[in-house]
T-cell receptor
Framework: EPEVTQTPSHQVTQMGQEVILRCVPI?????FYWYRQILGQKVEFLVS????????KSEIFDDQFSVERPDGSNFTLKIRSTKLEDSAMYFC???????????FGPGTRLLVL | GENVEQHPSTLSVQEGDSAVIKCTYS??????FPWYKQELGKGPQLIID?????GEKKDQRIAVTLNKTAKHFSLHITETQPEDSAVYFC????????????FGSGTRLLVRP
């Protein structure tokens, strides 16, 4: 069964450093999302992406964040200058023709020191 | 914006008993309500969903009910098994908002053998 994959599974970085989180959505999917989950809190929407542009972004998704689909398979989330409060689990999700049905990857645990 | 409340936060049941998890939402425009199961170290896995034109949906031991008037929906698991132990999240979304998912805070279900 096709699934969303994410790399790395864990990343530790120093405050102020740039990180890139990578996702490979399900191959025929059209809609792509990033969510994050701070330890002990709700899963929160960050951004949705369709047709090579951002469809919607949350207040969390400020100028330090960017997304890209550099080729036909990868979908990346970049945090330009990480802060301590960026420490969280980041989930990528994708959906196909039934846009609302989103499938999640296993997540990347980001720790900012 | 949409807000989703979920109860209880933890639920412990004996194997074979039923488990019920309840969620309420605030935005009457929400029309899609998925439930996700998250096992330790994994991403959320879609287990069942319901759309606003349906009041109930069942898939083997899992059922979801929706009351649009009261703005609440529930997950019912019958004949629980130890492998049902996980964190369960409800979510709501709408066509008005690129189907971004607004999650509840999660319910940790423990099924005692």
């Amino acid at each position: 069964e096709p699934e969303v994959t994410q790399t790395p599974s864990h990343q530790v970085t120093q405050m102020g450093q740039e990180v890139i989180l990578r996702c490979v959505p399900i191959s025929n999917h059209l809609y792509f999302y990033w969510y994050r989950q701070i330890l002990g809190q709700k899963v929160e929407f960050l951004v949705s992406f369709y047709n090579n542009e951002i469809s919607e972004k949350s207040e969390i998704f400020d100028d330090q964040f960017s997304v890209e689909r550099p080729d036909g398979s990868n979908f990346t989330l970049k945090i330009r200058s990480t802060k301590l409060e960026d420490s969280a689990m980041y989930f990528c999700a994708s959906s196909g023709l039934i846009q609302e049905t989103q499938y999640f990857g296993p997540g990347t645990r980001l720790l900012v020191l | 914006g949409e807000n989703v409340e979920q109860h209880p936060s933890t639920l412990s049941v004996q194997e074979g008993d039923s488990a019920v998890i309840k969620c309420t939402y605030s935005d009457s425009a929400s029309n899609y309500f998925p439930w996700y199961k998250q096992e330790l170290g994994k991403g959320p896995q879609l287990i069942i969903d319901i759309r606003s034109n349906v009041g109930e949906k069942k898939d083997q031991r899992i059922a979801v009910t929706l009351n649009k008037t009261a703005k609440h929906f529930s997950l019912h698991i019958t004949e629980t098994q130890p492998e049902d132990s996980a964190v369960y999240f409800c979510a709501a979304s709408s066509t008005d908002s690129s189907y971004k998912l607004i999650f509840g805070s999660g319910t940790r279900l423990l099924v005692r053998p």
